[in-house]
T-cell receptor, first 111, second 113 residues
């Protein structure tokens, strides 16, 4: 699985868009970008995934650059409940078993 | 919604005790996983099961065993608990359809004294 680099921490005001970057310059053609988050004292939660097109679901949007070397997770209207550690993972989905989380980004939403 | 439940949120056990952690999922998922999560070490896979009665060792299986007698239930057993097994234990399940995301339970924080 390709290595990812994320900022250690970020702050965002409640109601604003939170933009979380992730660098994955060694990503290969068959690897997907997945995002999970972990709210304090809870299990990780799947958010979204993508290959090369931008993706949106009820939780977030994922923007992947054309060269696929980086991506941004966007929470369009952050709430206090979005305070969590966000993990960007790059992996080949078929046959992949375990999840390996890096340090992630600790996102704090401020009132 | 997928639901993964774990038998306890918090557990305190003594050194040498046998400890059972249970996980149940309601989505008919084939794959189930046990991880432990420790500060600075991230998520580490202990065991996983790809079907009933099937199991595979993960990265840190020593001191643990597992049981999967029914599809919805995956148990982690600490044969003789030790203080270095104090940790957050997370169970996850995953189906066989794309995008293969894993669904996690709330975790069990185990303290071994």
């Amino acid at each position: 699985d390709a290595k990812t680099t994320q900022p250690t921490s970020m702050d965002c005001a409640e109601g604003r868009a939170a933009n979380l970057p992730c660098n994955h310059s060694t990503i290969s053609g068959n690897e997907y970008v997945y995002w999970y988050r972990q709210i304090h004292s809870q299990g990780p939660q799947y958010i979204i995934h993508g290959l090369k097109n931008n993706e949106t679901n009820e939780m977030a949007s994922l923007i992947i650059t054309e060269d696929r070397k980086s991506s941004t997770l966007i929470l369009p209207h952050a709430t206090l409940r979005d305070t969590a550690v966000y993990y960007c993972i790059v992996r080949v989905h078929q046959g992949a078993q375990k999840l390996v989380f890096g340090q992630g980004t600790r996102l704090t939403i401020n009132p | 919604d997928v639901k993964v439940t774990q038998s306890s949120r918090y557990l305190v056990k003594r050194t040498g005790e046998k400890v059972f952690l249970e996980c149940v999922q309601d989505m008919d998922h084939e794959n189930m996983f046990w991880y432990r999560q420790d500060p600075g070490l991230g998520l580490r896979l202990i065991y996983f099961s790809y079907d009933v009665k099937m199991k595979e060792k993960g990265d840190i299986p020593e001191g643990y065993s597992v049981s999967r007698e029914k599809k919805e239930r995956f148990s982690l057993i600490l044969e003789s608990a030790s203080t270095n097994q104090t940790s957050m234990y997370l169970c996850a399940s995953r189906g066989l359809l794309f995008p293969y995301e894993q669904y996690f339970g709330p975790g069990t924080r185990l303290t071994v004294t």
